[in-house]
């Protein structure tokens, strides 16, 4: 069975640090999506990044990139230039026919 | 922009009622999820349908059924409440395996 695992329940960082966050994945999949999605506390799932599979290089959206190690199972986010609106729950997902997530890591954001 | 839209967002009800969960999108997409959220455990799927009348059970749906009569409304049904069932239910839909959109979530407490 496919699980995701997010070892870092909290972290931390200071405004305009750069923080990462950590998932590892088991699948005997070869062809699938990863996510990290962040939930506010307004509780409305957003989609941060997402990564495929089979491309090798490395997904960014502006402030967050992903290191995707595929042979290593293993998915990390990276917020460069943190700001105090980042803080928040991030979620990472694997998916292929339905979304499995890890147990979330708690970010917080200090001035 | 594109919408899921749970009813509740906040429920209260008694142990033994039985209960309505319910989840409307409106962009026409075949895939439906239901998730439970728990502090340290995650989301934890609880049953998705891939088409009307379609149903699937998910990683924890003991204690729940669900409903799809029409492509754009998906319910979740606790039969008969109980404590263990107080969570915060999140419903998601889908077209394609890369991209996910989630309702506000309904944070259910069963006293």
């Known amino acids: 069975a496919q699980t995701v695992t997010q070892s870092q329940p909290e972290m931390s960082v200071q405004e305009a640090e750069t923080v990462t966050l950590s998932c590892t994945y088991d699948t005997s999949e070869s062809d699938y999506y990863l996510f990290w999605y962040k939930q506010p506390p307004s509780r409305q799932m957003i989609l941060v990044i997402r990564?495929?599979?089979?491309?090798?290089q490395n997904a960014t959206e502006n402030r967050f990139s992903v290191n995707f190690q595929k042979a290593a199972k293993s998915f990390s986010l990276k917020i460069s230039d943190s700001q105090l609106g980042d803080a928040a729950m991030y979620f990472c997902?694997?998916?292929?026919?339905?979304?499995?997530f890890g147990t979330g890591t708690r970010l917080q954001v200090f001035p | 922009d594109v919408k899921v839209t749970q009813s509740s967002r906040y429920l209260v009800k008694r142990t033994g009622e039985k209960v309505f969960l319910e989840c409307v999108q409106d962009?026409?997409?075949?895939?439906m999820f239901w998730y439970r959220q728990d502090p340290g455990l995650g989301l934890r799927l609880i049953y998705f349908s891939y088409d009307v009348k379609m149903k699937e059970k998910g990683d924890i749906p003991e204690g729940y059924s669900v409903s799809r009569e029409k492509k754009e409304r998906f319910s979740l049904i606790l039969e008969s409440a109980s404590t263990n069932q107080t969570s915060m239910y999140l419903c998601?839909?889908?077209?394609?395996?890369?991209?996910?959109?989630f309702g506000s979530g309904t944070r259910l407490t069963v006293v």
């Open positions: 962009m026409d997409h075949e895939n």
């Open positions: 990564q495929e599979a089979y491309k090798q």
């Open positions: 997902a694997y998916n292929t026919d339905k979304l499995i």
């Open positions: 998601a839909s889908s077209l394609w395996e890369d991209g996910y959109t």
